[in-house]
């Protein structure tokens, strides 16, 4: 009985393991950090990218959030999924039109039915304005290309 409990026991971390490392695998991040340093919660309480700061931080199923304020990862920890970036936090634009997994600008935001987006802006191509013009069918085709690649 002992070996079967231990045995479900090791089967159960392996895949709590796997998952999240898949989970990071899917995610933009830089050494484990999500959304270059950036506090997901201003973008909703502020209504602007805020850089975080390092001394206040945690970590969510293997990815790490910076935040600006104490209050604001106390927000964060209530209701992580609530704040998390949309697309594993890769540009919804690019997430929509192609299923790609394309770099953000963290200053480029939309918050789209209560859910962080962000997207590109570099060299004279601000994927915004793209997604604005298309934006319900690019969040449908953005919403299945993302549970392509994580599932």
């Given at each position: 009985?002992?070996?079967?409990?231990?045995?479900?026991?090791?089967?159960?971390?392996?895949?709590?393991?796997?998952?999240?490392?898949?989970?990071?695998s899917n995610f933009n991040?830089?050494?484990?950090?999500?959304?270059?340093?950036?506090?997901?919660?201003?973008?909703?309480?502020?209504?602007?990218?805020?850089?975080?700061?390092?001394?206040i931080a945690t970590t969510?199923?293997?990815?790490?959030?910076?935040?600006?304020?104490?209050?604001?990862?106390?927000?964060?920890?209530?209701?992580?999924?609530?704040?998390?970036?949309?697309?594993?936090?890769?540009?919804?634009?690019?997430?929509?039109?192609?299923?790609?997994?394309?770099?953000?600008?963290?200053?480029?935001?939309?918050?789209?039915?209560?859910?962080?987006?962000?997207?590109?802006?570099?060299?004279?191509?601000?994927?915004?304005?793209?997604?604005?013009?298309?934006?319900?069918?690019?969040?449908?085709?953005?919403?299945?290309?993302?549970?392509?690649?994580?599932?």
């Open positions: 009985m002992k070996k079967q409990i231990l045995i479900l026991f090791v089967a159960f971390l392996s895949a709590t393991t796997f998952a999240q490392n898949t989970r990071v991040l830089e050494n484990k950090l999500a959304i270059q340093g950036y506090d997901p919660v201003a973008y909703f309480t502020q209504k602007k990218a805020v850089k975080g700061k390092s001394t969510y199923e293997g990815v790490t959030y910076n935040f600006s304020t104490q209050a604001n990862k106390e927000a964060f920890l209530k209701n992580p999924a609530g704040y998390e970036p949309q697309y594993g936090g890769w540009c919804a634009y690019a997430m929509g039109a192609n299923g790609e997994k394309v770099e953000i600008n963290p200053e480029t935001f939309k918050i789209v039915d209560g859910k962080l987006n962000l997207y590109y802006n570099a060299f004279f191509n601000n994927t915004l304005k793209s997604w604005n013009k298309d934006e319900v069918n690019l969040k449908k085709k953005a919403d299945a290309n993302w549970k392509k690649i994580i599932n």
